[in-house]
DNA sequence: TAAAAACCTATTGACATAGTAGGTAAAAGG
DNA sequence: CCTTTTACCTACTATGTCAATAGGTTTTTA
């Protein structure tokens, strides 16, 4: 299941994407406008200025920007970020140990096309498909 | 992530499809050839006759077995059965609470057309299909 | 220089996961 | 009848993740 850090990320994108002004939004508005704690979405938007996503500016007429065009964010990489994998089972995961019975193993495919079907659909999503 | 109890369930039909005797089959062979904790299995299995997928018999001579053919289990019914729900949010979930925000959640078409993607690949897929 | 904002470390309660432990009941074989 | 084999049952536990909360420090602009 994509836990909130999934989701919370994403509402995120789509909130900056569809009230871009130009300049930086203050978390303070998102949370309010979203719903969220903004204590929470500190955590969350901290790791999405890590991994890229976002640009963020302190002080005062600080906050966060979308770093790119809404068309040139996938969900898929949103989504893979804050959750470290897309992968359905811990076997595929990225960094997992390899399984001794992969070989062997007759449901891995069953998980490997699922995991695939996966990928490409929230990689085929751009950010700008869920602006209204 | 589908846990352990959605993968072992699967790979216990699989067992029992591949090993049929007519009769029923220990629990310890079953656990022997898949390298799974026969405790924990027994967890698992339990569950899984109370949700219709296997009868068991007590005693000697006692095990379990399937009480359908192979082509008539779906994947997806053996998963969402131990798992409780398929659902890629907690807000699509069997028995979860109304979110308020739903109608004006610009997220939840993107869930409800993941979910119908893996609600079909799953209940696509039969047991048959994995057994050699 | 004061306000507003990001940024940082730590802690918490609740729950799920992946088992383990130690039994009781049932059924068949000898 | 009795022993073995098997399912079936309740309880416990260690570890980790989730979803936050709490209380600061630093940075920047007006």
């Known amino acids: ?47 999405m200025v890590a991994g890229g996503l976002l640009t963020g500016a302190s002080g ?28 359905s089972v811990a076997c595929l995961a990225s960094g997992a140990m390899p399984c001794p019975r992969a070989d062997a193993c007759e449901t891995l495919p069953l998980w490997a096309e699922y995991d695939k079907l996966t ?3 929230f990689y085929g999503k751009k950010l700008s498909d869920l602006v209204r």
């Open 119 to 121: 990928h490409d659909f």
């Open 60 to 87: 005062k007429g600080g906050g966060y920007r979308l770093c790119r065009e809404p068309e040139e964010y996938t969900i898929g990489e949103i989504i893979e970020l804050m959750e470290g994998s897309l992968a």
């Open 1 to 47: 299941m994509i836990s909130t850090r999934g989701r919370y990320a994403v509402r995120v994108m789509i909130d900056l994407a569809e009230n871009n002004t130009g300049s930086y939004i203050p978390l303070k508005d998102i949370a309010a406008r979203q719903g969220i704690s903004k204590k929470y979405l500190e955590i969350i938007v901290k790791d």
